[in-house]
């Protein structure tokens, strides 16, 4: 061939990089398609991915190298997840999502101020000890002066009680005839109690006569009306009613303040009312009762009726908010609010049911240490990839700060969700649960797709797949685990979803925030509680499907009723018998036969029979109750524990 022919010419190395400077083939320059005289193979690509810096690989190659060993999936198939792997790696190069300050001269503002007048480290790290210093002494007097209960004129100082804190136990646990929870009457005990009782619900099946309860405050009982809607006669209560939220209902401490009191021990009562008084409907038990108390009034009270817990509140957030205004170091603003916010939520807005703040505190502390260890882990993880080379202060205190305390408060703010246990027992019995949990589901489903998509931007989003698929499994492993229960915590959710959140975006620090809030309240209220909990554990002392005695039907007399029950199967061993509430009666197997008769004391009133199953001296589920009027009629058990 001639030496200008075009079929042997080669292109050299400038004329490659003129190339693809422009667009690849122009007017004439077009190359002739591939025959079998022509020796050429011409590779034709697309410029977006020449713009791009990749090289085209051809269509061939990739089946050839890349999917021999799935030749029997479909082509389709096949195309189609190249193209999702490949849309999961995202841009290239990736797009660092950063976050430019609205009115920057105004956000950053603060931190102009504390570089021109604490121009050294020295000067920022000796104000940050004297900050630090101010906010501990001021949270210590507080505390100190809201422990310090004062004193009751008559009665001494006040003991300090939780909101559920009561003179009997359900159940058998006072012992036959309730020995065990003894005085009964002739006794007083001068009292303090927090702010915020009514929220206090009872979260397993409470039987109370022939009602069954939950999910509610736990008072039985209160003052007479008279005809015209009037008390009339001294609040009486009965003994397993929770005391605070009885000092509420009665009118003797505020919920939103707390406040002292005096309890005066009355004895045996009939005919419990059911009354509406300061926001708490009790319940009503139209039967006898050993136990009961009353409040005593007219007492002058020198323990400043007042809770401090909002003082605390508001000097917490005074500190931690100029803290975020005027640092920008993502190590500094981390640690100082999970350590002050974590005392705070643990001391005060929500602290274990402890009363003594020495007990207390000790408690706290143990948590903290190594809470302390696992918010190292989140920083490194999450919160520095986010607030690192963030100056908008503003935002930044709005939005991360603003939603930490949001989590902190839980017990204000996403408490009032009605999901006290993610469990299916409390879906199924707690109403509005399931509808809460629909809308949550759909929040966070909305919410990690715009996640997601900011993680692809970066890069990271495979590396996070790959971390929540070994969440995931962890999960369905705990799942499977036989006897024992998948108990997600406040702490477990949080942990769960922070991965996610490490992103410098407006969203993400929201996220953040919530989520850091809600670890910091779950370890500091319950500690790290155990994942996987048995039965018993998990529901605290409810319903664990035990079975149930066989109870035959009863042999009334006039003034005595006489049951009978088949032998218990093992591994059961006796049968304890509840009447109105009260155990009055424990059977075992070689004590006689086994039956049990109880004489009536008054005719005024219904009385209330349960049985259940004994295992050495603890009793399992309780049957509901069966029902003996006073007109002498008898209404069988309904099937079901109560």
Known sequence: MSEGSDDNNINHPSDTQQTHSQSPWQGDEVPEPSTADNSDLHIRSSLSEIEDGRLPIPVWMIESSKSFHWRWIPLPIRTLARSAIQWSKGPIPPRIQKITPLFSSIQ??????????????KHKALVLGLFYFSWLLTFSLIIRHSASSGNIEGYGQPQSLWCGASFWNGGNSCGINGDDCRPFVNAVLPFRCPADCKRIQILNPYAVGDQELNYQPLVIGGP??????????EPIYRADSFICQAAVHAGIVSNDRGGCGVVSLKGKQHDFPSTYRHGIKSIGFDSEFPKSFTFISGISSECGKVDLRWPLLAVTIVFTTLLSLFTDSPAVFFSSIFTMMFFHVGLVSDRPNISD????????IGRFLPAAFVGFVIYHFCAKIQLSGLTA????TVLYLGGTWVGCL?????????IQRLTPHDLNAQPGAKAALSIIVVAI???ALGQIWYLRLEGRFLSHLAIYALMGTFLIICVIVPDLNLRIHHYVLALLLLPGTGIQTRPSLLYQGILLGLFINGVARWGFDSILQTSATLFGGGQTNSLLPNIMAPKLGVSNITFRWTWPPSPYDGVSVLVNDVERHRWYGGEGEPSYTWHRHSRIDNEYFRFAYMEGSGSRDYTKAGVWDMDGNWTSMKAGPS
Do not use: H
Request: hydrophobic share 30%; glycine share 4%.
């Open 108 to 121: 950053e503002a603060p931190l102009k101020l504390v570089t021109r007048y604490l121009p050294k480290k």
């Open 224 to 233: 007479q009306d008279d005809d015209g809607g009037l008390s009339s006669a």
């Open 357 to 364: 703040y020495p007990s207390l505190t000790s408690l706290i």
């Open 393 to 396: 202060q503003i935002e930044k």
């Open 410 to 418: 839980n017990n204000y703010t996403f408490d009032k969700i009605p």
């Open 445 to 447: 489903s909305i919410i």
